[in-house]
C-alpha cells in the first residue's frame, strides 16, 4: 500500500469529522492509505508546508486557507496543479460540477482549477435566542443591520440579560474582508489583487474606518468583547458560556455550535450591513481552504491522490461534510442531495450561508480577492486592530498605516514573482 501524507488545519470537531472520512476512504479501497496530520492553524500548516518543500519533506497534500492562494500560485515548481494532476491520472473531475463562486476562486486566468475545493465557507451570524427573550428582544429576529446589533447589544447588556452583545471570529476576514464585499468596497485595486501583482491595498476607506472606530467604542462601553487574533479562538467560548450573545464566525463554526452551545436555543442570521449603504447588502466572499498537491513526492503516491480526490469530492461524501461542519456544499450534487434529504428543512439556519454567497451577483469587490504575502498582511491586520482597541491610534491612522505597510509587502512580492 502507498502511503499518502496530508497536512490540514482542522482542530476539534472539524477534525475529528475528517479523521472519519479519511478512515471511509481507507476502507473503500486497499491501494492507498491517507495518513492526515493536523498541523496546527491555518498560517502554521501553510508556513510548515513552505519550509518542509524547501527541505525535501513535503506531504503530497496540504490544506491552505483561501488567502494563502496567492503565494500557492506564485509557488511555481512546489506545486501540481490539480486541473493537470487530474488529467494525468485521467481520473473523474469535473470542475464545473463545482459552485461558481467556489470554482471562480481558485483559477488561474486561464480558467484552471489549480487546487482542490473541500472546505469553503462564509461568516454568518450565530445569536441566543434565549438571551434575546429575556432582554426583551424578539427571539426570532436576529438585527439586520449595525445599527440595529448596536441597539439590541445595548438592551442586551442594560437588561442584564448577558454580560456582552457582541464578539467574533477573524476581525481580518470577516470584520474587514467579508464587510467590505458585503458592502460592495474594495480592499485593493485591480479587482483586489485579481487583476495582477501590480495590485495595492485600499482599505482605508470610510466604511472600514467607521467600522473599526465603532468596534472598539463598542468594546469601551462594554458591547463588544475581542476574540484575539487569526481565528479569534476566544470567540466561540464567549458565546458557548452565554457570555455575548452574538456572535459571528465561519458557517463551519456550526459544529462547534452544535456540540457546545447546548443550554440555549440557537438563531442564525446574515451579516449585518450599515443602513443608507448603496449596493449593501451584496454577497459575502468564500474562507475555508482548499487542497493543493507539493510536487516532488514519489510518482506512484500521486494516481492515489487523484482517486482520494475524487473520492472526497462526490455527493455522498460533501453532503455529508456540509451537515456536520457548516461548509458550503461545494458542488451542485451535493447541494441537491442536502436538499432532498430535507437538511435544510430540519435545520433551519443551515442555508443562510449558501443564500449570502449567491445574494446577488458578485462584484469586482466582492468576488474575493488574490494578494501575496496576505498571510503576513493578516497578521498587520491584527496587530493594527488591537492598536486601535487598546486606544493607541484611531482607526483611519491604525487603517492609514495597515495600507502603508501591506502595500511594502506587496512590492517586495511583486520583485520576486
Ligand atoms: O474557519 P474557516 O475554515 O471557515 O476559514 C475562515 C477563513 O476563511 C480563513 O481564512
Known amino acids: 500500500q502507498t502511503e499518502i501524507q496530508w497536512w490540514h488545519a482542522m482542530g476539534g470537531e472539524l477534525g475529528t469529522k475528517l479523521e472519519e472520512?479519511?478512515?471511509g476512504y481507507n476502507a473503500s479501497q486497499s491501494d492507498y492509505v491517507v495518513v492526515p496530520t493536523y498541523k496546527g492553524t491555518y498560517p502554521e500548516t501553510m508556513t510548515a508546508a513552505i519550509?518542509?518543500?524547501r527541505a525535501g519533506e513535503q506531504p503530497a497534500v496540504v490544506q491552505v486557507f483561501e488567502v494563502g492562494t496567492g503565494?500557492?500560485?506564485a509557488a511555481e515548481g512546489a506545486v501540481y496543479p490539480v486541473y493537470q494532476l487530474m488529467a494525468d491520472m485521467q481520473a473523474d473531475f469535473d470542475p464545473a460540477a463545482f459552485l461558481p463562486s467556489v470554482v471562480g476562486y481558485y483559477t488561474d486566468t486561464d480558467g484552471n482549477m489549480l487546487s482542490m475545493p473541500f472546505n469553503s465557507s462564509t461568516p454568518i451570524m450565530y445569536y441566543n435566542k434565549d438571551v434575546f427573550e429575556a432582554a426583551g428582544l424578539d427571539r426570532e429576529t436576529p438585527p439586520a443591520t449595525w445599527e440595529e446589533l448596536e441597539s439590541f447589544s445595548r438592551q442586551i447588556v442594560e437588561s442584564g440579560a448577558a454580560p456582552c452583545g457582541l464578539t467574533t471570529a477573524w476581525i481580518s476576514w470577516i470584520q474587514t474582508e467579508n464587510l467590505s464585499a458585503w458592502h460592495n468596497q474594495p480592499i485593493g485595486t485591480l479587482e483586489n489583487g485579481f487583476g495582477g501583482?501590480?495590485?495595492?491595498?485600499?482599505l482605508n476607506g470610510p466604511l472600514q474606518v467607521k467600522h473599526w472606530d465603532n468596534l472598539a467604542r463598542w468594546q469601551d462601553e462594554g458591547l463588544f468583547q475581542y476574540g484575539g487574533p487569526t481565528g479569534g479562538d476566544d470567540a466561540p467560548p464567549k458565546f458557548y458560556a452565554q457570555e455575548c450573545a452574538i456572535y459571528m464566525n465561519s458557517s463551519a463554526g456550526r459544529a462547534g455550535v452544535v456540540a457546545n452551545a447546548t443550554d440555549f436555543e440557537v438563531g442564525y442570521g446574515?451579516?449585518?450591513?450599515?443602513?443608507?449603504t448603496d449596493g449593501a447588502p451584496q454577497n459575502s466572499i468564500i474562507g475555508g481552504a482548499t487542497l493543493?498537491?507539493?510536487?516532488?513526492r514519489d510518482e506512484a503516491e500521486y494516481p492515489g491522490v487523484a482517486d482520494f480526490f475524487s473520492y472526497l469530492s462526490s455527493a455522498e461524501v460533501q453532503a455529508d461534510w456540509h451537515q456536520f461542519t457548516g461548509y458550503l456544499p461545494i458542488t451542485q450534487a451535493a447541494y441537491d442531495l442536502t436538499r432532498e434529504q430535507g437538511f435544510y428543512d430540519e435545520n433551519p439556519g443551515t442555508e443562510i450561508s449558501i443564500q449570502q454567497i449567491t445574494l446577488n451577483e458578485p462584484t469586482p469587490n466582492s468576488k474575493g480577492l488574490r494578494f501575496g504575502s496576505y498571510v503576513q498582511i493578516r497578521s498587520l491586520i491584527d496587530e493594527e486592530f488591537e492598536a486601535v482597541l487598546a486606544g493607541d491610534k484611531d482607526a483611519q491612522t491604525a487603517l492609514d498605516d495597515l495600507v502603508a505597510r501591506g502595500n511594502t509587502l506587496l512590492?517586495?512580492?511583486e520583485a520576486a514573482n
Open 270 to 276: 446574515m451579516l449585518p450591513y450599515y443602513e443608507g
Open 71 to 73: 503565494t500557492m500560485m
Open 292 to 296: 493543493w498537491v507539493m510536487a516532488g
Open 197 to 202: 501583482l501590480g495590485t495595492e491595498l485600499s
Open 21 to 23: 472520512i479519511v478512515a
Open 51 to 53: 519550509a518542509a518543500f
Open 411 to 413: 512590492r517586495e512580492f
